[in-house]
């Protein structure tokens, strides 16, 4: 292998600007104008080696330290390097985030302004970067399995995502965070599934302050990846996951300081990875940290005076401009002038990046000076005004939330001046909060033209003669009928493929579209999501099925953190439209039939939630999902397996609307707002209390999040002016929320004349077999009773407490 001297120049002021542009940041945190720096030094050699390999077309998932990679692939700039350590709030300025993660979160844009897929193809492309330790693994993994779907279907129409599966994805993680479990059960599915995965671990030796020793056993990674190394024989009787599988890895070792021997190791294993889809990792180990590990902490704290001289010595690029030098590469005064342009190149795009983030802000605090100058004049008296705009106006790195501040003064000190001029600050502080909603809160969901909630509403058709049929018959015509019309719909999960999924729901389809499409994994929910997210990130539409409610609890961090923050975090740059499959709720037991939807409502904000009450809402729901391009929730209810629905005659163009209720019964007295396998039971409960002369108004509220976009419950509270809400979480958990949106954001409060009420699961997990769930969850009976003593509060005489 022979690299010209002009690309290992080239190389190295690449990386000696990256290096400065490490230094120079830290200080910009210590002078207070950023918040917080984490950088990539130490790790530059290693980084420009491995750029030589990557083409364009594959993926990065990485974390904090790759700054290098990006600037050699030509995806990010010194510029955008300071406008992200600023949090510039413009993705013109600062592309990956658009200000929303703190510095070195990487990511390119795969999505143009109008949330529609760029030609992937044709770009570096690096799926945006998450904090939390690890949680770039599990994405990998999907990554790396699209390529290897889109060679096995071979696709027409998606040249723009794959040229026929001829893609990397590539890794990177620290050698602390390969203690995490999400690292491991990657490697060991990579591994199992024989994907193109090149994962590099960047080893210093630390986790923070934490040797080896107490990271790692044996204190070396390749040590103990070694028994995860490929064998002839490659096992298993048969493959659920398409194609062979379980031949295990490829592992090589190369020190981080030693420029030729990783361009060689980057340049071969990738040639190898890429073409026979062996995943590899490169333990790329003697790395240093110059400054620590942030700018939290100096590293002279916990490391020994030895240990911080070696890594002065083996520092990577004293050691590549000292490589250069014995090898005649270059001589020592040509290296000075590279490294004194290194230095000018990244304080010019310093200077540059700080202007372009301050002058917009200093411009916004002379509008404000102007106007509230202009409200001191217009009212009688010293308001303090003035001496309020000049505190603003003298600090040296102002931000906007200081002018919001000092306006809210200003506005209070004249509140008894109904004027023009006040007038006119209201008016601009509307304007700069509607300006903010964009800069800090957009893009939560989907601003495309392909949102869920542009989905046409198509209601289901019956036959006059529609047959009866299992709920499991019901979505297994669904998944038939989408598999058919989607060639790039896949799906998989824990005994999805071989045996159809434990309820039959996908009985028969991997037999009819094959392993590679309808696919089992093994029993690990973490990797199932990221298998997901990688695949949606690429432009298949994975559906994940994660085989109990209970199990979700495994997934929830990739889901919270990665998949419900991908629009946001990259302000529309990137989408993941991931269906998660999952079935819960009236199982018997401890373990399967938890309920923790208030939960899982908080943590996924950026996700769909849909609680479909029978299987021809949960077929609905996947039609809608499929057209659009938001990542979604489907719980299942799983005791409707094996009750007889009719099947609809047109199973595959059905849809149910998200965000809309369904009033299951009608009645005057009391609204009932339900969800799920909870609808059964109130409307069982409202048919004996009508007998009673009580009518209740039954309320399937559909989905989660959205949650009644279009005000129906209030509409129904306004009419019986009495709400419960029922459902099988703890107290306190969505029923508080369901209450919530209809108290406080439907406004239903001066409509009730009693007060509302909650029905929910006890505190504790349900106790086994049918008594056991009668006493733990909302029954028939506690329903009627809580709706009767509302009546009972109206008209006691009619309505006497019998049972008391």
């Given amino acids: 292998m022979e690299i010209k001297r002009e690309e290992i120049l080239r190389d190295y002021r690449l990386a000696m600007e990256s290096r400065e542009a490490s230094l120079i940041g830290r200080r910009e945190v210590f002078s207070g104008k950023a918040k917080f720096g984490i950088f990539g030094d130490g790790k530059e050699v290693a980084q420009v080696a491995m750029a030589k390999a990557f083409r364009k077309g594959d993926f990065r998932s990485g974390y904090y330290r790759d700054q290098t990679l990006m600037m050699a692939l030509g995806e990010l700039t010194l510029e955008q390097f300071f406008a992200q350590l600023y949090a510039h709030a413009d993705v013109q300025a600062e592309p990956a985030t658009g200000g929303r993660s703190m510095n070195s979160h990487f990511g390119t844009r795969s999505l143009d302004d109008e949330g529609r897929w760029k030609m992937l193809t044709e770009q570096h492309n690096s799926s945006a970067d998450v904090s939390p330790t690890a949680s770039q693994m599990p994405r990998l993994l999907g990554l790396a399995q699209a390529s290897k779907l889109y060679r096995q279907l071979g696709l027409d129409g998606f040249e723009g995502f794959s040229r026929g599966g001829d893609e990397i994805a590539w890794g990177t993680i620290g050698n602390a965070s390969c203690a995490e479990g999400m690292f491991w059960e990657t490697v060991n599915a990579a591994g199992v599934l024989q994907v193109p995965m090149l994962l590099s671990i960047w080893d210093d030796d630390y986790g923070i302050s934490v040797p080896n020793k107490y990271q790692i056993a044996k204190q070396d990674l390749s040590a103990v990846l070694s028994g995860f190394r490929r064998s002839e024989d490659r096992g298993g009787e048969r493959s659920g ?13 190369v020190r981080g300081w030693d420029y030729p021997a990783l361009c060689e190791a980057y340049l071969m294993s990738a040639e190898v990875v890429r073409k026979q889809h062996v995943p590899t990792v490169i333990h790329v180990t003697e790395l240093t940290q110059p400054q620590g590990h942030s700018t939290s902490g100096a590293h002279e704290r916990y490391k020994s005076e030895e240990r911080l001289a070696w890594e002065q010595e083996w520092d990577c690029l004293r050691q590549m401009r000292r490589w250069m030098i014995e090898q005649g590469i270059a001589d020592e005064a040509e290296l000075d002038e590279v490294e004194k342009q290194a230095r000018q190149a990244a304080g010019d795009a310093r200077d540059r990046a700080w202007a372009a983030y301050i002058d917009p802000i200093r411009e916004d605090v002379s509008a404000f000076a102007q106007l509230a100058r202009d409200l001191a004049s217009a009212v009688p008296g010293d308001l303090g005004l003035e001496d309020t705009v000049r505190k603003l106006e003298s600090k040296k790195a102002p931000l906007r939330r200081d002018i919001l501040s000092a306006l809210h003064k200003v506005l209070i000190a004249a509140r008894e001046h109904d004027v023009p001029a006040r007038r006119a600050l209201v008016e601009w502080r509307d304007q700069q909060l509607e300006l903010a909603e964009d800069r800090y809160s957009s893009h939560l969901y989907s601003a495309s033209e392909k949102s869920v909630l542009s989905v046409p509403v198509v209601a289901p058709q019956y036959a006059d003669d529609a047959p009866r049929v299992n709920g499991f018959e019901v979505v297994n015509a669904c998944f038939d009928a989408n598999l058919e019309k989607y060639p790039h719909l896949v799906a998989f999960g824990e005994d999805v493929g071989y045996l159809g999924d434990v309820n039959q729901g996908m009985s028969g389809m991997q037999e009819k579209y094959g392993k590679a499409r309808v696919s089992d994994t093994g029993i690990r929910e973490t990797t199932i999501l990221g298998q997901a997210i990688g695949m949606a990130m690429r432009g298949l539409r994975p559906i994940a099925e994660v085989q109990y409610l209970d199990y979700l609890l495994y997934a929830l961090q990739i889901m919270s953190d990665d998949l419900a923050t991908v629009q946001y975090r990259t302000k529309g740059g990137q989408k993941a439209p991931v269906i998660v499959r999952t079935r819960g709720h009236r199982l018997e037991g401890i373990w399967h039939s938890g309920s923790p939807m208030g939960g899982i409502v908080h943590l996924v904000r950026g996700m769909h939630v849909c609680v479909p009450r029978d299987m021809t809402r949960a077929a609905g729901f996947y039609n809608t999902l499929l057209q659009s391009d938001e990542p979604a929730l489907v719980v299942e209810v799983l005791n409707g397996y094996r009750v007889k629905e009719p099947m609809p005659s047109n199973i595959g163009e059905l849809t149910v609307p998200l965000g809309v209720p369904e009033v299951l019964r009608e009645g005057g007295d009391v609204t009932l707002v339900t969800y799920g396998a909870c609808c059964r039971i109130a409307l069982d409960a409202a048919e004996t209390l009508s007998q009673l002369g009580i009518e209740v108004e039954v309320v399937d509220v559909q989905t989660l999040l959205p949650f009644d976009l279009e005000g129906r419950i209030v509409e129904s509270v306004r009419k019986t002016n009495r709400l419960v809400v029922m459902d099988e979480d703890v107290p306190g958990g969505a029923s508080a929320y369901i209450l919530r ?30 008594d056991g769930d009668y006493f733990s969850k909302p029954n028939a009976e506690q329903v009627f009773e809580t709706v009767y003593e509302l009546m009972h509060e109206a008209e006691p005489q009619r309505f006497p407490l019998f049972y008391r």
């Fill in 241 to 253: 996951e398409g194609g062979e599988v379980g031949g295990g890895i490829d592992l090589l070792a």
């Fill in 741 to 770: 949106q209809i108290l406080e954001r439907q406004r239903a409060f001066p409509w009730l004349d009693s007060e509302p009420r909650t029905l929910t699961s006890t505190a504790h997990r349900p106790a086994y077999g049918s």
